[in-house]
């Protein structure tokens, strides 16, 4: 079975440009979720769909951070404009089913991330 | 708020040696899993153990959910085995329900 995929692997930009990251999750897997890890510390949530729809992006940074999952498989997550404190590694995971759901189901699977650097 | 700490947050090992991750949260839990961050920083899954005991080869982990604590237990460590372990816990009274992740253990097994 294949893993959730993500590309590119590294970016680096200079600050005020723009930059984005793609996903393709776990076949069949109805939820997928962007994190930020910044060096040193764990996965902070983003973002979270369930199929095509928004379950919660409580923590997206909205002023300058978009994402969307128009068909329900992959994803995009943007950046615009990029400030340095962006600079960390934007991870992707996916789950069959949402967080709040009892049993395996919300089992979350990573895919290798992109590390960002913005100059 | 919701909080889950990690403990050691360095940890240094012989090869052959064995040791104990601890992992604390602070209210009872839907999910909690453990992962291995390796060096080229892919997360890999060790661990669905929001309660009781499961082993894998070398990894078992225990969860005490009535207690707020989990444990990763490594037997017989390998250089592989270097890198971040992070507990990730979903809370039951999390109305945001997402998965809120330790600051992590720094593991080193030296040869």
């Known amino acids: 079975e294949a893993g959730v995929a993500q590309s590119p692997r590294y970016k680096i930009i200079e600050k005020r440009q723009s930059v984005a990251f793609w996903c393709n999750p776990i076949?069949?897997?109805?939820?997928l979720y962007w994190y930020q890890q910044i060096l040193g510390q764990g996965p902070k949530l983003l973002i979270q769909f369930q199929n095509n729809g928004v379950v919660d992006d409580s923590q997206l940074p909205k002023d300058r951070f978009s994402a969307e999952r128009l068909k329900g498989v992959d994803s995009t997550l943007k950046i615009q404009p990029a400030k340095l404190e962006d600079s960390a590694v934007y991870l992707c995971?996916?789950?069959?089913?949402?967080?709040?759901?009892?049993?395996?189901?919300?089992?979350?699977?990573f895919g290798p991330g992109t590390r960002l650097t913005v100059l | 708020g919701i909080q889950v700490e990690q403990s050691p947050p360095d940890l240094i090992l012989q090869e052959g040696a064995n040791s104990t991750l601890r992992c604390n949260f602070s209210?009872?839990?839907?999910?909690l899993q453990w992962f291995h961050q390796n060096p080229w920083g892919q997360l890999i899954n060790l661990f669905y153990?929001?309660?009781g005991t499961k082993q894998n080869g070398r990894l078992s982990a225990t969860t005490v959910a009535t207690e707020r604590y989990s444990l990763l237990y490594i037997s017989s460590s390998q250089t592989t085995d270097s890198g971040v372990y992070f507990c990730?816990?979903?809370?039951?009274?999390?109305?945001?329900?997402?998965?809120?992740f330790g600051g992590g253990t720094r593991l080193m097994v030296k040869p």
């Open positions: 995971a996916s789950s069959l089913s949402k967080t709040g759901t009892s049993g395996r189901r919300g089992e979350q699977f």
């Open positions: 153990i929001p309660s």
């Open positions: 209210d009872s839990v839907n999910n």
């Open positions: 990730a816990v979903e809370l039951l009274n999390n109305a945001g329900n997402m998965l809120t």
């Open positions: 076949s069949g897997h109805a939820t």
